[in-house]
């Protein structure tokens, strides 16, 4: 059972674009984290949340827990082909860090 | 930054040969993870470790094991490879609280 539901499975855009990703659960977590992976590497830490309601943003990349820490979303504003990879969102929950299915992100120029 | 290598980053063997994969990290990090993941898939957690002589399998069910004699090394092994294990290993460690995980590059296993 995958606890974690990622939307859009794939997502292919304009450079110039924006474009908003979620996350989603029905389970709290105590953090969720960001991370994207690009072909043949492992993921990369991109952002950690830990409170509901916060936002955090890294340059073009906007970040948000939802108020009852289930779900997320992650908003890119301008997209570039340099963010073209796969997104993945983690929950820490009772010891444990679960993973959703990831968003296959392609920029085209 | 966390260091963790892994090695090979890829490997093609035949049906029934053993192999390790394996991983070292350089941060000191008590906590180690080994995920298995196909492509377009999520990450599924198969062996994880909080420490030193501390091994635990994880949500989805592997032929491999895994030994952690020292902190710093987290080998996965598989005693006889078949071609349903063909898939990319992540290797991860942790050393916060809110469980941020610090990525190797992945083994790439083919299994003919």
């Known amino acids: 059972t995958q606890l974690l539901e990622q939307s859009p499975q794939f997502l292919s855009i304009q450079e110039g674009e924006n474009l908003t990703v979620y996350c989603n659960s029905s389970s709290v977590f105590s953090s969720l984290q960001w991370y994207r992976q690009e072909p043949g590497e492992g993921p990369v830490l991109l952002v950690t949340?830990?409170?509901?309601?916060e936002v955090k943003k890294l340059k073009r990349l906007t970040f948000q827990f939802g108020d009852a820490r289930k779900d997320s979303s992650l908003h890119i504003t301008a997209a570039q082909p340099g963010d073209t990879g796969l997104y993945l969102c983690?929950?820490?929950?009772?010891?444990?860090?679960?993973f959703g299915a990831g968003t296959r992100l392609t920029v085209k120029p | 930054e966390a260091d963790i290598y892994q090695t090979p980053r890829y490997l093609v063997i035949g049906t029934g040969k053993k192999i390790t994969l394996e991983c070292s990290q350089t941060m000191g990090h008590d906590k180690m993870y080994w995920y298995q993941q196909d492509p377009g898939m999520e990450l599924h957690l198969i062996h994880y470790?909080?420490?030193?002589?501390?091994?635990e399998k994880g949500d989805l069910s592997s032929e491999s094991t895994v030994s952690r004699i020292r902190t710093e090394h987290f080998p996965l092994t598989l005693e006889s490879a078949r071609p349903s294990h063909t898939s990319q290993y992540l290797c991860a460690t942790t050393g916060t609280s809110v469980g941020e995980l610090f990525f190797g590059e992945g083994s790439r296993l083919t299994v003919l």
């Open positions: 983690a929950g820490l929950g009772n010891n444990d860090m679960r």
């Open positions: 470790s909080y420490g030193v002589n501390s091994t």
């Open positions: 949340v830990v409170t509901g309601g």
